[in-house]
């Protein structure tokens, strides 16, 4: 069996490897990729403990970005189901809408750092695309954005925000032409220009480096919703779910982090995959549907793919969501038992949205929707005295045109 | 006992010229076409290098993706690939056959019965993209137990300690990789520096037979032919694409092309 160690990250919890639990993450790149992931490993290591850089993303993290976000109680949709109370974490109310921004802040920092004049990233929904084109501008830095076509169509509003921060967006028309084309393209940039250019890989997937350092980033999530749960209920209550969506896994890593150490029964870790249309095959959850380990991306996981280990392909009604493999720590938590994982469909996730956007004020993207619709399953289910958190890591207004399109007209 | 990639460069060392590498992709256009394609260009290459297309490659450039789409379209498979290699060395112009993919698919396959599979059939080196080192070190001792060459790629911004290592843990035969590119890239650094790092590297085992890849064509093939062997494979690809579109035989247009490369370092 798995284990998970105590009081050590759960980032710093792999071999000499990058390995996670011996077969998770690793660095399965090009010979010329090897030296500029080595150059940032070093870096970040420095980095991360270095006071002067702490104290400058703080400061970004605090007034920039603006924390904490707000840590709200969904009275309505709680009478609405009966059973647990229902919680959201609102980190839509950032300064960047989404949990991105975090990982984007901190790259761009690593960037400026490094000397380095450029960036690249992918992007799936658009918001890690849209925040970095935001902090790249405001840091100076020179970005380009990798998206597929089918994305760049589903999202795009979140296109016009990108190219609004002066961002080139570059239009990905292989494969699928949505997120796993956009990080193979991404990828295949930096190997050619991985001298001037800094990556940022838009989730916790990649080489292992890129893991780190977006867990570490988007980790801020969990500190402020910890601090928030003991100023609300004076200590951590004993019976708490945390329900995250989980796309490549960067959301819920940031919202789990810190309840890493708490016993399994007294803070449940639900991450909710894509589940992709009611009576389709086709969905984005190798976790929930058991997928074997393969290799995505640079990185051992458990990844959608045909016997021969053809790479397959997703559907989701989420773009966010719609990736074949999922972060290497997931897999972990996923073994070792930490996380349970589940998925829910397009169907339920508009359900959820509708359903919290019509009770409350606030409005879930299609991502967090999915992660809403786990919870209104459960809540009912649970005693009044359990807590339900939901990360509302998103907010609907980027999917307004599927919304109408799906459901007949678009509320917020 | 002397590999039969060792003994072709000893022969073209003789003959006082570059190896002549080729690059294509197995099932593209057809699987058949493809078979009749390294059968052909087997006449003039020294050695051939056979693609297994993946589907999410991350080093690949425009042309050989285009290739790999081809070829999955087509329905390509692992043992459709052996079944190519094994027609192919029993046929005219069979040369040393190095297969070329990315390591998900090797995975997947299992490593020993991929392995086994490539002895049974006829595969004399492997290039796995993904695949550096130190996280080879397993499956390129594993091929050394086969008799297979595991071919050690090298980059511009490989660090000289990390040469000298890699090259201490290399076969007979080493890539390496002329510039900062996927494939298909063009040249964008001069010769000179290209022929120079390759020297560099050369020095630190002499024996060790080195071939330069990425961004040659029938152009720039000339300005490198100081090299142990020369690979090039996007401009092929490019011309599988080119035939296909005006409705000529690539099988000819390849073979014709591949002729004019070794004339241009004879
Ligand atoms: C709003 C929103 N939520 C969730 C996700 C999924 O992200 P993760 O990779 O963190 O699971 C995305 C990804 O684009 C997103 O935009």
């Known amino acids: 069996m798995i284990k998970i160690k105590k009081n050590i990250l ?56 603006g924390a904490p976000t707000p840590f709200i109680k969904l009275q309505n949709l709680t009478r609405h189901l009966g059973g647990a109370e229902i919680w959201a974490k609102v980190v839509s109310e950032n300064r960047g809408t989404a949990h991105k921004i975090y990982n984007a802040v901190v790259h761009c920092l690593i960037a400026k750092h490094a000397g380095k004049k450029y960036v690249c ?69 930096w190997v050619a220009n991985c001298l001037s250019t800094h990556l940022v890989v838009g989730s916790t997937v990649g080489p292992n480096i890129f893991v780190k350092i977006c867990a570490w980033s988007t980790a801020q999530i969990s500190k402020e919703l910890k601090i928030q749960m003991i100023n609300i209920f004076k200590k951590i209550p004993k019976k708490v779910k945390l329900i995250n969506c989980v796309g490549g896994g960067s959301s819920a890593m940031g919202f789990w982090n810190e309840f890493m150490d708490y016993n399994l029964k007294q803070v449940e870790f639900i991450g909710v995959e894509a589940g992709g249309p009611k009576n389709s095959k086709l969905h984005a959850a190798p976790l929930t549907n058991n997928s074997k380990i393969g290799i995505l991306h640079g990185a051992k996981q458990y990844v959608m793919q045909n016997k021969e280990g053809q790479i397959s392909e997703t559907e989701s009604i989420s773009a966010g969501l719609d990736y074949p493999g999922v972060s290497p720590l997931h897999c972990f938590l996923k073994d070792a038992k930490r996380a349970r994982y589940t998925s829910a469909t397009d169907e339920d996730a508009l359900a959820a949205y509708q359903l919290v956007t019509t009770l409350e004020d606030i409005s879930p993207s299609l991502e967090p929707s999915h ?27 980027k999917d307004k045109f599927i919304i109408k399109k799906r459901l007949g007209s678009y509320i917020r | 006992m002397t590999s039969k990639i060792l003994e072709t460069f000893l022969k073209c060392q003789k003959e ?33 290098e056979l693609g297994f297309p993946h589907n999410t490659p991350i080093a690949d450039g425009g042309q050989i993706q285009e ?10 498979k692992l043992s459709d690939v052996f079944r ?8 005219k112009y069979a040369k040393p056959l190095i297969l070329m993919g990315y390591f998900n698919l090797i995975l997947q396959y299992g490593l020993l019965a991929f392995l086994k599979q490539c002895k049974k059939v006829g595969v004399d080196g492997l290039i796995i993209v993904d695949l550096p080192y ?30 000298k290592k890699i090259i201490k843990d290399s076969h007979d035969m080493i890539y390496y990789i002329s510039m900062l590119s996927t494939t ?53 690809c490019k011309e599988i694409t080119r035939s296909l579109q005006i409705r000529q035989n690539p099988v000819t247009n390849l073979n014709r092309m591949v002729l004019n490369l070794k004339r241009k370092i004879i």
């Open chain 1, 10 to 65: 759960l980032i710093d919890q792999h071999d000499k490897n990058g390995l996670w639990a011996g077969k998770f993450g690793g660095n399965w790149v090009p010979e010329t990729l090897k030296k500029p992931i080595e150059d940032l490993t070093q870096l970040f290591q420095k980095l991360r403990y270095d006071k002067q850089f702490l104290k400058q993303r703080n400061y970004y993290f605090d007034n920039y970005i």
């Open chain 1, 121 to 189: 990233g992918d992007t799936g929904a658009g918001m890690a695309g849209k925040t970095l084109a935001m902090v790249a501008k405001k840091f100076g830095l020179k970005c380009k954005i990798f998206m597929g076509s089918k994305d760049i169509k589903r999202q795009k509003l979140n296109v016009e925000v990108m190219k609004k921060h002066g961002a080139e967006v570059i239009p990905v028309t292989t494969g699928s032409q949505t997120l796993v084309d956009a990080v193979s393209e991404c990828m295949r940039y």
């Open chain 1, 371 to 397: 992660a809403f619709a786990e919870a209104i399953k459960l809540a009912p289910k649970l005693s009044p005295s359990a807590i339900i958190v939901v990360n509302s890591c998103g907010d609907s207004l």
């Open chain 2, 16 to 48: 006082q010229r570059p190896a002549l590498l080729t690059y294509t992709v197995a099932g593209d256009s057809t699987k058949k076409q493809s078979l009749e394609i390294i059968k052909s260009i087997g006449e003039h290459a020294d050695i051939i």
């Open chain 2, 67 to 76: 290739s790999s789409h081809r070829a999955l379209k087509n329905g390509i």
């Open chain 2, 84 to 91: 190519l290699v094994k027609n192919f060395k029993q046929s």
């Open chain 2, 134 to 163: 130190p996280e080879n070190k397993y499956f390129a001792n594993q091929c050394k137990q086969h008799g297979i060459t595991f071919v050690q790629l090298l980059s511009p911004t490989t660090s000289k300690q990390r040469i």
């Open chain 2, 184 to 236: 298909g890239g063009k040249l964008k650094v001069p010769s000179k520096k290209i022929l120079a790092n390759y020297s560099q590297i050369k020095k630190i085992n002499s024996r060790k037979k080195i071939v330069i890849g990425f961004g040659i064509t029938t152009k720039t093939i000339v300005t490198l032919k100081k090299a142990d062997g020369l690979v090039v494979g996007s401009q092929l």
